[in-house]
């Protein structure tokens, strides 16, 4: 059997740049894991297409860069020449220039990145002692009448957070705990300011947070000893820092997280919200109710009223009266109706009689008599000779009806309406 490699004579063969460059290839993606890598961005380029093309170096050495469109689009760094950055990908062999690159997955900022790298180091440490765990979070009370807010009493998350609370008409109380909530020993105020809240002992909960900012803005709310100060408070917490899509050590240790401070005010509310919201409804269920309760009670009492006054002898007489009244009224109607059929019925009788009488049939009979003794005489021969005819008769006095029964020299006569002249035919 051959080996790869070699020729059909069993000599070593030379291996083509495409082979060559894609065992390169192989060595290099499958021996050197993604990672991060610190540099100075250069020769950056951006293409029409999305993509974008770079150098990372530093003092020693240079490397080739890029990162694709969908990456680019999820970053907030925006690249320039001479940034520091630190960048997270893995590395690839372009086969047609047989150059490897650094394909780019995340851009961080160099400060940045160091944080970052200190914030997953801290989140791993502390998870793995519990400080994390849902079985240790408090539920939080669902109408708490006294809130304590940890934050700076001059930022607007006080504002934001006041507003929405009074626009949602609660009613319980809010205490404003002032502290630092970013610079030098802001992490140690906000966790002194938890632990004077549990001692003060008037708090069904707790709210700590802040407006949105940078990492290293929102960065005490991630050092250890505030996540350990909010682990460890007896009352229930919440996590209100930044925006939605900011993440501290806090809002893993908190109870519960909010999005925003706005956001922890309308979680806190909400429940009385619903309750005022149920309140509101059964009021005006139970007025409507009361309404519809009077309302049949009043229909039920003037019923009775109306049925007692029918029951009373009075009442009872003026019934009989119209009783009476009502049935003198339907036997007159009866007598009337009776009476006008009889009339109709005679008058229809006597036309049948006058039709079928002796008279009227001789009457007809007459007409008709007459009417045949016209046509009659309509058709006899005096009739026809008034009209201007003639009647032609031979010898014997018979009717010539044909010119072919009259010889030539016959004698005929012609009679006429007023008498006969004798002819001879030619």
């Known amino acids: 059997m051959k080996r790869p490699g070699l020729d059909d004579a069993g000599a070593e063969r030379p291996a083509s740049v495409t082979e060559f460059t894609r065992r390169v290839k192989e060595l290099l993606e499958a021996g050197i894991r993604p990672g991060w890598v610190r540099g100075e961005v250069s020769n950056l380029r951006a293409q029409a297409s999305g993509h974008f093309y770079f150098s990372l170096k530093d003092a020693g050495a240079q490397l080739s860069a890029v990162m694709f469109r969908g990456d680019a689009a999820r970053q907030t760094v925006k690249l320039r020449d001479g940034l520091q950055v630190v960048v997270y990908g893995e590395v690839s062999v372009y086969e047609a220039r047989g150059q490897y690159q650094l394909i780019v997955r995340v851009v961080v900022d160099d400060g940045v990145g160091r944080l970052q790298r200190e914030f997953e180091a801290l989140k791993a440490r502390l998870a793995a002692e519990g400080l994390f765990e849902a079985a240790r979070k408090r539920p939080i009370p669902a109408l708490p009448r006294t809130v304590g807010f940890i934050t700076s009493p001059t930022g607007a998350a006080v504002q934001d957070f006041a507003r929405i609370v009074m626009r949602r008409g609660w009613r319980g109380r809010i205490v404003v705990l002032p502290a ?180 009227r049939r001789v009457e007809l009979e007459s007409h008709r008599l007459l009417a045949l003794w016209k046509r009659l005489q309509a058709a006899s021969p005096a009739s026809v000779l008034n009209r201007g005819f003639v009647i032609i008769k031979d010898a014997a006095g018979r009717p010539v009806t044909r010119r072919a029964a009259v010889a030539p020299g016959a004698a005929v006569k012609a009679t006429f309406a007023d008498g006969d002249v004798g002819l001879k035919a030619d």
């Open 180 to 359: 630092k909530v970013q610079g030098e020993g802001a992490a140690a105020e906000l966790a002194a300011m938890l632990q004077l809240a549990a001692e003060l002992g008037i708090f069904d909960l707790l709210v700590i947070g802040r407006g949105g900012g940078s990492l290293e803005d929102l960065w005490a709310f991630n050092e250890e000893v505030l996540v350990r100060a909010v682990a460890a408070c007896p009352l229930p917490v919440i996590s209100a820092v930044g925006h939605e899509i900011d993440f501290t050590l806090c809002d893993f240790a908190a109870d519960v997280r909010a999005e925003t401070p706005s956001a922890a005010a309308e979680l806190i509310t909400s429940r009385f919200v619903d309750a005022a919201e149920r309140a509101a409804r059964a009021a005006e269920t139970l007025a409507a109710r009361t309404d519809a309760g009077l309302r049949d009670a009043a229909a039920a009492l003037d019923h009775a009223r109306s049925r007692l006054r029918l029951l009373t002898p009075s009442a009872q007489i003026e019934q009989g009266f119209l009783r009476l009244d009502d049935l003198a009224n339907r036997l007159g109607a009866a007598l009337r109706h009776t009476t006008q059929e009889r009339r109709t019925r005679l008058g229809e009788l006597r036309a049948l009689l006058a039709q079928r009488s002796p008279a």
